[in-house]
């Protein structure tokens, strides 16, 4: 008799992959900690979250696991003081994250390629430099000069999460040979 | 009531993916008030049966049936279980909380939540504790706090999952204690432990499991592994490399703000070619003298002279430094061993066809020689420690430290480790450092034994 | 390890990073977080409206009567400000070329004044919050499922910064390239991926079983719905001591980068 697990959480994560997802959050956390004391440079958080928003979808491939880890990292950085922006943190990490889960939810198995992890890695992060474009356009910014500060700030958002997002492909690959997660485990 | 609080009946459970079964035919009862244990050499199921009683096993296939009895307070859970790690068992931050956790689950009215917080505590002796932080605590504290949580549940059956692994000699005398206590007051409980002989007072049954199998069933305590290793009977000959020293720290200071001194003007001189042992309670600074000698922790203040370097950096002792910190197996990343213990020789700069004969020799001296091949993080925790051993060993470096080697190995594996390591002086002019809290399996090893106390090493008596 | 407070750059920054807890005590500290919450989304709020000299002028002084009721000094206001002000020398030279100055400057001003009005209550939510205060006030409009999930994934902050710590330092020891001036060469970008994430990702794999079993073994999740503690049936306030192990204690958060 097979012994099956419970789900815990949104109707489709056992316990076990909700946890491994919060721990994605934690990584999240404490990477972007971590870069904020030595590197100020403009996006450089998004090398990170890109990555592990890629991972956590690769680790646990159903759709909903990088909203879940968004979700998770923005209330852990609200918690221990680590976003600038209050309420708008959320909104940064959720729109990257329902891209990719959206990514997920169009081509299941996107994260094993280098092209896919990279072109999805930009678009998120561009969005999220959108979501300071929001504020900026709510507060009556004029349009010609938002749209000149959101071209650098996108591209700056944009090459660091398409760089950290080229990683993802390798690291998924050694974590199946090493039998950590299913080989090509039916994504849903 | 029941006199039988378990009952496992002809009970297989083979792993998702796995060719055998972990578990074959286990049939065997527990009665009310008895303190059973499991025992058995590393991989033979005593964790999986135990994840079997309490429903927790995930996947696989299983037959047969396990019964537990239901508690005496219906809503109580039938079984509670503390396992062997206690950093990842302890979810809360405080230790209110912690206690807290089971009862807030079982929908415990808050009142009566607080008054088991204080039961728990004062059974572990924690009391008082209750808005302390968790991390804080020692590994003993810990595992103590993680009992308090299971008792506050107030379950039928206490099951215990190699509980002082982790702990030194004071941590588990104190464990010993209060599941003295706790047996004294009728509790039943099942324990799987490699090494029962702290607890021989209080075990009334043996269960040894051989291979998923349960080959005896009686209260005789089992017998103590004996193997000597001829390796260990060569003692250290200044004849072999003179009297020039590899490691000499003079009035070593190192303090933290948390803690305040660990180290107080420690001072060692260790010849070329000598296995040393270095032993200390939890908390004396072991770690922290390793990591000085290392380059990985900046004193306060004294000499370190380490392998021809004055005062190493992180990154400086390359190649001629090799260290195998506490549960090695977490440095594991290759797609094969042989890649794992190529690395750090390619690093190194080693030419190809070197490295490919460095790595099968030491393999070979490692006992491992059938996994290069293999996935890493696939073999079992015993495998991936020689594995880690094998590539601090590989450079041949001329020290190798030992952070607490032994943990979460059984006795067998611990004397297979050591005897790889006395072979190492001999071998490659390695000379090796071991510091733990736990006496050596066989203290013959050492050509010399240290104590680390109060901040200071001295020398302790043959 | 660390053996004492992270040590910051100093340039044209201040000591530590914006937005960290200030342990002190000030009328704002004492509101509940979740009225603090509400009269900082108000406040961000008000912001938008703030496009005449004569209405910024008051946002301005009330938004800064705020912050400094909560006893934060001159200080903390330019650490929390100082990325926005970085961003106004690019606004409003930017306003300056496309209408001129003298058309220019206002709007330019006015702009980052208004960026600035809307993120500044966050920050005094921040400074003013504990992560026990912060955690109470979610458990109250979360999920509880969720709700664990945020509290472990903090919870467990401490361990995986103490993994990374260990994994850096025996990767180092082995040959890997991270130091810091290592990692400004993207030819060394897979061993930082290859030696300390993967084994990171492991280790999270290994302790999220633990976990999930720890809390199952102890009903987590059996009921729809679960009791709580009262805190102030154990005495002193929950959380006082263990708040300075997750925020550190002079409140800032004790992470290190890879380093030296």
Partial sequence: MEQTERIYIWRRFTLRE???????????VLTRAGLRLHLHLPGHVMFFTMFFFLLARGCVPKVGAATLVGLITSLASVILGMGSGGAMVLVKFLLPALVVDLAGLIAPAFVTSLLACATVGVLASLLRAGANTGVEWLLGMDEEIMLQKTVISAGMNGLWGGLGALAVPAIIRRLRKNGLIDQGAAAT | MHDRVLEIERFDFTYHGAAAPVLEGISCAVRRGEFVCLTGDSGCGKSTLLLAVMGLLRGGRRQGAIRVAPAEDEAAPSAGILFQVPDSQILCSTVAEEVAFGPENLCVAPDEIAIRVREGLRAVGLEGEEARSVERFSAGQKQRLALASVLSMRPGLILLDEPTSQLDAAGKNELVAIFALLKARGHTIVMAEHDPRPFTALIDRYLRLEGGRLVRDDATPPDQVRYRPKAFLLPYSATLYGTRPVLDVQGLDVAYPETGRVLKRATLRVCRGERVHLFGQNGAGKSSFLRCLAGLLPADSGRVWVAGTEKPGPGTLRGRLGFLMQNPARQLFAETVREEVAFSLERLSYPAEEIDRIVDETLSFCGIAHLAERAPLTLSFGEQHRVALATVVAPRPVLLLLDEPFAGLDFPQRLSLLAILGRMPIRYGTTVLIASHDELPDRRWADRSLHLQEGGIAERAA | MQKGPPKFRTSLRSRGYPCRFAEHDSPVHRMGAGWKLLFGVFLSALAAGGRTPLMQAILVMGTLAYYLSARLTLRDLWCDVRLFAFQAAMVIPLYCMLDGVEKGLWPGVRI??????????????????????????????????????????????????????????????????????????????????????????????RTADEVSRSAEARAFGLHRERTYLDVAAMGRADGEEAVSEVEGRDGAYPVKALTD
């Fill in chain 3, 112 to 205: 980052s004044t208004q960026i600035v009005l809307f993120y500044l209550p966050g920050a005094v939510f921040l400074r003013t919050t504990r992560t026990s205060e912060a955690m109470a006030a979610l458990r109250r409009i979360v999920p509880y499922r969720l709700s664990f999930l945020v509290f472990v994934s903090v919870r467990f902050v401490p361990l995986f910064f103490r993994e990374l710590e260990e994994i850096v330092a025996l990767q180092r020891l082995r040959g890997a390239r991270l130091s810091p001036r290592e990692q400004m060469n993207p030819r060394n970008w897979p061993d930082l991926f290859n030696c300390v994430v993967l084994p990171l990702m492991v280790r999270a794999f």
């Fill in chain 1, 18 to 28: 909700a946890v491994l997802l919060c721990f994605c959050a934690t990584l999240i």
